[in-house]
């Protein structure tokens, strides 16, 4: 059985003293491929380096965080950007709106987010979209940007049946399943069973969402077998097909070689 986690920031202080054991876990468990969405101009160096001492089974994106966006954000994307350009990326990320803790900022991470998604257009990239409390705001910058010319990830869908089709009418787009997919909550549950199952992709989000029974603890790529084994359960297949479906949805969005 072959997984692949497409959401981890492995790259992170809490991974700095044993992420090759955090590695060699991952894989034991099946886990052939994890991929790294930047947070923004201070982590790409530890991105870089927690991909170049694994650059068979860890791959990059680049992007600037929501949350990280500042009343600077021009001159943060000017560093982002140049990395993107002169380095080897999988995708654009992790981009987007988050408008659940402040929305101050919210005019400056729309326009943060719309410049990262000419780019993922430009150099014909996925994107790694975060949206908490921000559904709306950002399919309009989607459609603004032209929504037939991106493809990408809604990262950490947990939402109802109602956005899940808003986010299906993009059509190029597909969610990503993690450890809230575990947790005690029958709405998201039903909404992810009738999930299109070209559509879904499955991530940890590490260090953060650890999935039933690691809750509340630091989450890591090979816990994905908890997320794979609920989202068989929900679907009504074995895990070897849910990690066959997942698998190939995840090469093709981010043309990985399976």
């Not at 299109?196 to 994905?224: C, M, Q």
Request: charged share 20%.
């Amino acid at each position: 059985m072959k997984l692949i986690d497409t959401h981890a920031h492995l790259f992170t202080d809490e991974f700095q003293s044993d992420l090759d054991a955090v590695v060699i876990r991952a894989q034991a468990a099946g886990v052939t491929k994890m991929l790294l969405p930047n947070i923004d101009e201070t982590t790409i160096h530890s991105l870089r380096s927690a991909t170049a001492n694994h650059p068979t089974c860890l791959y990059p994106m680049m992007g600037l965080h929501p949350t990280s966006v500042t009343k600077e954000w021009k001159q943060q994307l000017l560093t982002i950007r140049r990395e993107l350009d002169e380095n080897f990326y999988v995708g654009v990320g992790e981009i987007g709106v988050d408008l659940y803790w402040d929305q101050s900022m919210c005019e400056e991470q729309l326009s943060a987010f719309e410049e990262q998604l000419k780019w993922s257009i430009e150099k014909d990239l996925p994107v790694s979209i975060h949206f908490r409390n921000a559904l709306n705001e950002v399919i309009q910058s989607i459609e603004r940007v032209g929504s037939k010319r991106l493809r990408g990830v809604f990262h950490s869908f947990g939402g109802s049946k109602e956005e899940l089709q808003q986010i299906l009418a993009l059509n190029n787009f597909m969610v990503g399943v993690n450890g809230v997919a575990t947790f005690k909550n029958a709405a998201v549950a039903e909404t992810l069973a009738s999930c299109p199952h070209d559509k879904v992709i499955l991530e940890t989000d590490s260090p953060y969402l650890a999935p039933v029974p690691f809750r509340g603890k630091r989450n890591e790529s090979s816990y994905i077998t908890f997320i794979a084994r609920r989202m068989a359960s929900l679907w009504q297949i074995s895990e070897e097909e849910l990690a066959t479906i997942t698998t190939r949805n995840a090469s093709q969005l981010f043309n990985l070689t399976m």
